[in-house]
């Protein structure tokens, strides 16, 4: 199976063959996939160097020529290396465009802390307008990709080598994966598989959401309907508790507990494999499951 990001490339390279208003501008991160779209269409795909507040920048200015730009590079290198580009370029000229990144949240630990980007979806949370697609396998990338390349609003697409054995329909909202009676867990993107493994034989429900913002409320609303208590565990692939406020928000007038699993904010400063992060931030299904059953009392 191809990775999400090898996904992306073939996904971005046909996309430019069929819209001519659309445009790629890289800096130096998969500049080799595109040698072959560069060619083609050498005034649509640009690649800046490192210079990723200038990738920003000029992805702002197609865009205030009507252009529809498609942004990439490492997740550290889209969002917070040019967070003041993002925050201007683009949210205060009112223009859309499409952050795409790569990395994750530890996806290439050999690459140390300067490559890994936990807070990514945190730090965009502080702007006003982003739709922010985690999908979970390469299949949910394209769809999505291409869901965000025909639009006009800002999106982030959150790209990982971590991917679930199936796809997901995607598109809308979240969708229920396993019903129960138990504390309904909110699987984000990668996470699902974990999810599955770790509350198997539980009475927990799980939810799955390749799409964060916006959050969809109503579908966690109607998953703890009909509960004394709402008891939520929020499963997501970068910083703990980047959704738990919205969760809250969703349940203001129902009483509920929530729990944020994901990446804590201690650094780690021991670069293992990606399984080893996992186990490490008690991500792995052992881990998701000694943590889900302690805090719904089991």
């Keep these: 199976m191809d990775t999400m ?8 390279t046909r996309l430019l063959d069929e819209d001519p208003g659309l445009a ?3 800096a130096e991160i998969s500049r080799d996939g595109f040698d072959q779209a560069a060619r083609r269409h050498p005034d649509r795909v640009i690649n800046v160097g490192i210079r990723e507040q200038l990738l920003v920048g000029v992805g702002s200015g197609l865009a205030l020529t009507g252009m529809r730009p498609l942004m990439h590079t490492f997740a ?3 969002v917070e290396r040019p967070f003041e580009q993002v925050k201007l370029d ?14 994750g949240s530890y996806d290439w630990p050999a690459g140390g802390f300067t490559h890994m980007a936990p807070g990514d979806v945190a730090l965009l949370d502080t702007l006003d307008g982003w739709t922010v697609h985690v999908p979970g396998h390469p299949d949910e990338a394209e769809a999505l990709l291409r869901a965000a390349a025909a639009g006009e609003d800002r999106v982030y ?7 679930n054995a199936a796809a997901m329909e995607v598109g809308g909202g979240f969708t229920t994966v396993r019903a129960g009676r138990g504390p309904v867990v909110v699987a984000v993107g990668p996470m699902l598989d974990g999810v599955l493994a770790a509350t198997e034989g539980t009475d927990a429900a799980v939810l799955y959401a390749a799409t964060v913002r916006p959050f969809d409320g109503a579908a966690l609303r109607a998953a703890t309907a009909g509960r004394r208590t ?11 508790g980047t959704s738990t406020a919205a969760a809250n928000d969703a349940l203001a007038d129902v009483p509920h507990r929530v729990l944020g699993l994901g990446v804590p904010r201690r650094e780690l400063r021991r670069y293992g494999t990606m399984a080893e992060h996992l186990a490490a931030h008690g991500l792995d299904p052992r881990g998701l499951r000694r943590r889900i059953e302690a805090f719904a009392g089991r």
């Design 90 to 103: 683009l949210g205060h000229q009112g223009v859309g465009g499409v952050l795409v990144s790569a990395g």
């Design 24 to 26: 790629l501008v890289l």
């Design 76 to 78: 550290s290198f889209l």
């Design 5 to 12: 990001r090898d996904r992306f490339i073939s996904t971005t």
């Design 230 to 240: 709402a008891d939520v565990v929020l499963v997501e692939p970068y910083l703990e």
């Design 157 to 163: 697409v959150r790209l990982s080598l971590q991917s």
